[in-house]
């Protein structure tokens, strides 16, 4: 988005901005016919969430019949499940006007917003994750209870809450089989970027299992984690042991032999842990463990999609709920919404944009975080002279450019020239543009790589030359996103 530039500019996005929000709180904009049973619970849901029909706590509870703790189910589920009604019982502007304004020359007060807004703060409630957090606990816990092992893995772009999200999971686990007088789980949790080398987990998971345990040199962690999980006497006496493994693609070798048998364990007749990988790339269990599918062992997958405007309001509110004061004007967090949102959905991303924005109102003094210190935050955020070049770029070659975007959003580190081709002809196909023809299209290719937008490797035959993607996503969503048509291309 361009910098503010006149009174007059800022002036208009407060308008556009005021506008939308007055047209989804006055009613003439038509909305859907409710029930007259549903209207109380309508009432106290958060106007910017969408109504959900929720399970009831009992029926939840009753769902895990081999469970002798109905009762500790029905608690976890509650809080799963309270997550999901928004406090803000009023819409969007009036949940505003039971706090004062704050003091941005308060030192206190701007200590306690930027640890609010901070990526670090682990928030009291994750919300807006609800329905995927119980799929993970469902899962554990059914192994758990059968003393049975086995792998999930968590995928989605970044900024949606993954990590998070599995730590909460981490917690309700924990406290379900204690008070379900279940052993509880032994939990080891990595961040696979620490390793030295990738090899290096299962020494981590034997120093987990059996601290004093003191390998001679002729057995690996790896053997000995093998040969203890195929025999019952020894596996037997062990608690079962969940391991969470965050940026699972760094394991990704050549060989691929260190992700396969991290997942092998998971198979072995008396293994014992629970295994939950987590990483962005969507299709990773199909490209790297082929053989865990041909042996009918694929993990279960869940998915965290990009968060949508709603979403990230939502979640916005709930960190700045604890605050006894307004920081922000409602249209503020509204216009950071929907940029980030069409941009790339990131949450991490949203909360940077507010810290920059609370930094600008910093310099000025000013009463709240207003449209158009938001909308310069927008600006110094997203934008970079890779968004410029592509704003400048001709017609075809950013069409060319969104569908490289589209292809490489199913996780999929690169591609063909001929793939790429293909993507593009089908674009022009649907929107019943001509295309170039296919000698036009390599100079293209070659043209973006030379800019560096693009990455094109070496080969005899041009189709058959590998394409990466060097631009980051969000800056293409967002140099293209006011425009109707790539807007639509890159939905």
């Known amino acids: 988005m361009p910098a503010i530039a006149s009174h007059n500019s800022i002036m208009a996005v407060k308008l556009e901005n005021a ?72 819409k969007l502007c009036d949940s505003f006007k039971s706090k004062p304004n704050w003091n941005p020359q308060d030192v206190e007060q701007m200590s306690a917003v930027r640890e609010a807004l901070h990526v670090s703060t682990a928030p009291s409630t994750i919300v807006c994750r609800e329905d995927e957090q119980k799929k993970v606990l469902e899962f554990c816990k059914k192994n758990l209870e059968e003393e049975k092992a086995g792998s999930l893995y968590v995928c989605g772009c970044p900024g949606t809450g993954k990590s998070l999200s599995m730590e909460k999971v981490q917690h309700y686990l924990v406290d379900w089989a204690k008070e379900a007088g279940l052993q509880q789980p032994e939990v080891f949790s990595i961040n696979c970027t620490s390793l030295t080398n990738t090899s290096e987990i299962f020494s981590k998971i034997l120093l ?34 969940l391991i969470i493994a965050d940026e699972l693609d760094y394991l990704i070798t050549r060989d691929r032999a260190v992700l396969h048998d ?11 842990f629970i295994l939950i990988g987590i990483a962005n790339a969507i299709d990773l269990a199909d490209r790297f463990l082929p053989r865990l599918q041909s042996m009918n062992c694929k993990p279960l997958v869940v998915t965290f999609r990009a968060y949508s405007k709603d979403q990230i309001i939502r979640i916005l509110q709930e960190r700045l709920m604890e605050l006894p004061y307004i920081v922000f004007q409602p249209q503020a967090l509204e216009l950071c919404a929907r ?10 991303k949203a909360l940077s944009v507010c810290r920059s924005a609370i930094e600008i109102l910093e310099a000025e003094m000013r009463e709240s975080v207003r449209v158009d210190h938001m909308a310069v935050a927008l600006s110094n955020t997203f934008k970079s002279p890779v968004v410029d070049t592509i704003k400048s770029l001709p017609q075809h070659q ?86 109707r048509f790539f807007r639509n291309c890159l939905q």
């Open 262 to 272: 991290l997942f092998m364990l998971t198979t072995f007749p008396f293994s014992r």
């Open 339 to 348: 940029k980030v949102a069409a941009a790339s959905g990131d949450m991490r």
């Open 208 to 241: 987990k299992l059996q601290p004093r345990k003191k390998l001679n040199g002729s057995t690996s962690p790896l053997q000995y984690l093998q040969n203890l999980y195929s025999q019952k006497l020894h596996s037997s006496v062990m608690k079962m042991m």
């Open 19 to 90: 506008g939308e929000v007055a047209r989804s709180n006055g009613g003439s904009t038509p909305q859907k016919r409710r029930l007259r049973s549903d209207a109380a619970a309508v009432e106290n849901m958060s106007p910017i969430s969408t109504p959900m029909k929720l399970k009831s706590p009992r029926r939840c509870a009753n769902s895990s019949p081999n469970s002798g703790a109905n009762g500790i189910e029905m608690e976890i589920n509650e809080k799963l499940m309270s997550a999901r009604k928004s406090p803000v019982k009023k």
């Open 398 to 483: 950013q069409i060319l450019l969104c569908s490289a975007v589209k292809f490489f959003r199913g996780g999929k580190k690169d591609m063909t020239v001929g793939e790429l081709n293909k993507s593009y002809m089908n674009i022009c196909k649907t929107s019943v543009i001509p295309p170039v023809g296919t000698l036009e299209f390599f100079s293209m290719c070659r043209v973006l790589h030379d800019q560096g937008i693009l990455k094109v490797g070496q080969s005899r035959d041009d189709k058959l030359k590998r394409v990466t993607l060097k631009a980051d996503e969000s800056d293409v969503t967002f140099a293209l996103q006011g425009v």
